[in-house]
């Protein structure tokens, strides 16, 4: 493969043998070939030279040479049995692609005869891989070796290619090959292990998928009490469908309605992140502390400077309710405006611990804390978080506003990742630009990370029993999730609204107000951890009101479908027709496991174990509908609905089939469940079962 961004030399050939198994496509004897500037001498430089010229280069994950270039092109061939149904649009992305509407074609369109000719028809030329930018006819001619080539992808679409004449090699660019046959690739061009070749010669990595199944010790069983399968190493408030983290200390999403709205699964997945990691046997947090009154000389007064003393007061200490040491302080600030003038400030010089975590009391009418803080961006930003907000967020430029709770005279634990809400905040600002894509504006906030948080701020009049800045607030983050479950809980129904609409297909909607079985197994499962975390029987009472949907049908407000007339499934999403989602489906029994092994230990009768039978008897007996023999199925809507075609499973969220046939696994010796696990890991490196 040709890269760089000097081109001098081209590096002899090495062959690299690959099966790539799609809907009916096999792509096999890929060659790659790389320039590097390194081999200049030894090998000429005409070709090169003219390579240069034409500016061949590759971007993104293909180019460590010029990542700013938006154009890879990675020729590829021997291309076989080739899937017709691929959106038009996707492939015309590619450069040079342009489609060809052939009589065959609009026939085909039409439901024509022709159509399962086209179908049948093969290219049995054998293939190359190398890396190219937009082929440049003149420069090509120049060169003996390679030719401008014209290459017909079943009659659809035309493709810019390369020809060598001297051994009859044809060359597609990777670019439609990625899309075509959705394969992925990058070339590494520096650093250790198998992405580099002795000698540091570049690697094409060609990936039949993308993701990483979860690989749980050997020890790993699915519990109550421990960690929820690999939610430990999630990111959940970093996500791009996150607005923010909100004053309540839970994620607000923009899956479906770009205003906002809470969505209980991901704050679930929220808390179950935090309880995960809380729980994982290498979590060690480190702690900077300003206050903390339970450490004799804890509380430093002198340490929070003000300029102006008239009027302000700062000093520790002894709260009865708390019964230690607290750092009391009051503020004058400008009538109206918390955050003007001068507050207690407390300088760090340095330290990048992101987590903030105080218990704090509010004793005046306002209450605020603001930090100085450098990014990886050069700039400085003022990060506040003030009882007197009026917007949950406000950001402009480098100044941003949370909004923050307190009530008088009560004391609350307030955790805050400085870092996240600094990245929301700037994505905050560029959300919206049309000029923008979307991979971009994501980047734009999760690019940046702490260089240096400067200082600390105290404004208005309150109390703090501790504040520090630490690694992670792991256990504090997770109940506030399941406090919030605890308190957004719909009483009668005992389910958690989704307030957004959710549109399958113009005739599979969900109007807001809908429930679904896969919030109720998430917040069982955390609420469940919550009550083993703290003792407290309210979280454990929440979840077993949570099984209520379970027993009514989607047409009765309920999550509850039969498949033929026989198997009890419980929906995602509770559509009319049913769609029968996979994942969501085992992530309820995962939450109906969880609750009936908890209540069983505190002695309590739940209808958990009963609906969790139910739903594994279909589950063993209509897992394998989901196996397509290449990856799984989404969710069975083309069974209920006949002419809707299948919905194959991205491979996120086939890694996410093959994890929770992993839990599945634990809990229950049954073998379909590992023997699915191995086929469809064994799918993620192409390797296809057998064809007839």
């Known amino acids: 493969m040709l890269c760089g961004t000097k081109f001098s030399g081209l590096v002899p050939k090495r062959y690299v043998r690959w099966a790539l198994r799609g809907a009916g496509m096999v792509l096999l004897g890929v060659v790659v070939a790389v320039s590097v500037s390194q081999y200049s001498k030894r090998n000429g430089g005409a070709l090169s030279n ?20 938006e154009r890879d092109d990675v ?56 890396t190219v930018a937009q082929v440049d006819a003149a420069a090509l001619q120049a060169n003996s070796k390679y030719q401008p080539l014209d290459i017909s992808v079943n009659e659809e679409y035309h493709v810019n290619g390369l020809y060598r004449p001297e051994d009859d090699e044809a060359f597609l660019p990777f670019t439609f090959v990625r899309k075509y046959f959705d394969v992925y690739g990058g070339v590494k061009t520096k650093g250790a292990g198998d ?38 190493g999630f990111n959940v408030a970093g996500r791009e469908r996150v607005l923010y983290v909100d004053e309540c200390n839970v994620p607000v999403s923009v899956q479906w309605d770009p205003k906002g709205y809470h969505y209980a699964t991901q704050i679930s997945q929220y808390g179950l992140q935090h309880y995960s990691a809380m729980v994982a046997p290498k979590n060690q947090t480190t702690v900077k502390w300003l206050v903390n009154g339970k450490q004799p000389r804890g509380i430093i007064p002198g340490a929070w400077k003000v300029d102006d003393l008239l009027g302000n007061k700062i000093a520790a200490v002894e709260d009865q309710q708390l019964g230690q040491s607290v750092l009391e302080f009051c503020l004058k600030s400008a009538a109206g405006n918390l955050l003007s003038g001068t507050g207690f400030t407390y300088s760090l010089h340095g330290g ?10 509010l004793t005046g009418d306002a209450l605020g804390i603001s930090f100085q803080i450098k990014m990886t961006d050069n700039n400085l930003y003022t990060l506040h978080y003030d009882t007197t907000a009026t917007k949950t967020l406000d950001a402009t430029s480098q ?54 948080i400067k200082s600390v701020t105290l404004f208005g009049c309150g109390r703090i029993a501790n504040l520090s800045l630490r690694s992670d607030a792991h256990q504090q983050m997770a109940m506030d999730a399941a406090d919030w479950l605890l308190e957004n809980q719909d009483k009668q129904t005992g389910g958690w609204p989704t307030n957004a609409t959710r549109t399958l297909k113009p005739s599979l909607v969900l109007n807001p107000g809908w429930l679904s079985a896969m919030v109720q197994g ?36 309920g999550v509850r479908a039969v498949f033929l007339k026989e198997y009890i499934w419980y929906e995602e999403y509770p559509t009319q027709p049913s769609s029968f989602v996979l994942n969501g489906f085992i992530f309820a029994l995962l939450g109906l496991h969880d609750l009936d092994e908890a209540v069983q230990e505190a002695g309590l009768k739940s209808d958990a ?4 039978r139910d739903g594994v008897r279909s589950l063993k007996a209509l897992a394998m509908l989901y196996d397509t023999g290449v990856g799984t199925i989404y969710d069975l809507r083309h069974f209920s609905i006949p002419t809707f075609p299948p919905n194959r499973a991205r491979w996120d969220y086939h890694v996410t089939h093959i994890n929770l046939m992993t839990a599945m696994q634990t809990i229950d010796d049954h073998p379909i469940f590992g023997a699915l696990r191995e086929r469809w890991l064994g799918y993620m490196s192409g390797h296809a079962t057998k064809h007839n």
């Open 609 to 612: 174990g009963p609906l969790y």
């Open 75 to 130: 020729f590829v061939g021997d291309v076989g049995d080739q899937d017709n149904d691929r959106r038009e649009s996707s492939l015309l992305e590619a450069p040079g692609a342009r489609k060809v509407l052939t009589d065959s074609r609009r026939n085909a369109e039409d439901g024509g005869a022709n159509h399962k000719k086209r179908k049948g028809r093969r290219s049995k030329k054998k293939a190359m891989v190398a």
């Open 50 to 69: 003219n390579l240069h010229q034409m500016g061949f280069s590759i971007d993104g994950a293909l180019a460590a040479a010029r990542p700013n270039d």
């Open 195 to 232: 992405g580099v070749r002795n000698g540091g010669v570049p690697r094409f990595q060609l990936l039949h998928s993308y993701g990483k199944p979860f690989s749980p010790p050997k020890s790993y069983r699915h519990r109550a009490a421990g960690p929820f399968i690999n939610f430990g």
């Open 522 to 557: 998430q917040a069982m499962s955390m609420l469940v951890r919550a009550y083993y975390a703290s003792k407290n029987k309210m979280y454990l009472e929440a979840a077993m009101k949570a099984t209520l949907p379970f027993h009514k049908t989607a047409k009765d407000g």
């Open 399 to 452: 100044s941003i506003r949370y909004r923050m709770t307190a009530e008088r005279g009560k004391w609350k634990a307030f955790a805050r990742d400085l870092q996240n809400d600094i990245q929301r905040a700037v994505l905050s600002q560029v959300r919206g630009s049309e000029s923008l894509n979307k991979a971009k504006r994501d980047a734009i906030g999760s690019r940046i990370k702490i260089m240096e």
């Open 352 to 361: 990048v611990k992101h987590v903030f975590l105080a218990t704090l009391q």
